[in-house]
């Protein structure tokens, strides 16, 4: 599985405003409304339901916010690069300004698993993330989360 079949340029955001992690998810499920049609609402509510279990917040800068919804085809991908870093209540207790977002299908099972280790091998990356904070442009951003996985080994 490769990060691009799961995000499309639509579902990254290159400067995303927000001052709480409650912002960013309400954001984040906004984007997420767009690319694939399901209720914001329900989107932000899974994250959140999600969120009470345990914090998404990895460490590093890096959130990997994610849940399972029945009406989903396939699993999609939110990408956004926060303006400024934000708590996140991540399990370092560092600020987090990098947030990919995964949805899978309520019967995704080990896909789901598969697309959460495949963003969190890239996102561990050190250099990905340095070129990713270091940009403010969708476009690039989109082709560096997309041109590193050729980089590294599949899941």
């Known amino acids: 599985m490769e990060i691009s079949d799961l995000l499309g340029i639509d579902a990254v955001v290159s400067n995303l405003s927000v001052t709480s992690k409650k912002q960013a998810l309400q954001e984040l499920a906004k984007r997420a409304h767009t690319v694939t049609g399901l209720d914001e609402r329900l989107i932000f509510d899974t994250l959140l339901e999600r969120e009470r279990l345990g914090t998404t917040g990895v460490g590093n800068g890096i959130a990997i916010p994610h849940g399972k919804l029945a009406d989903l085809g396939r699993l999609y991908g939110v990408f ?35 697309a959460l280790a495949r963003v969190s091998r890239l996102l561990r990356d050190q250099g990905i993330c340095k070129k990713l904070r270091g940009s403010d442009n969708a ?13 590294h080994v599949a899941a």
Do not use: C, M, Q, Y
């Not at 082709?143 to 980089?151: K, R, Y």
């Open 139 to 151: 476009d690039a951003l989109f082709a560096l989360l997309t041109d590193a996985t050729t980089n």
């Open 80 to 114: 956004a690069r926060l303006e400024k870093p934000i708590d996140f209540d991540a399990i370092d207790e560092h600020p987090v300004d990098l947030v990919f977002l995964l949805l899978a299908p309520e019967s995704a099972g080990a896909d789901h698993l598969k």
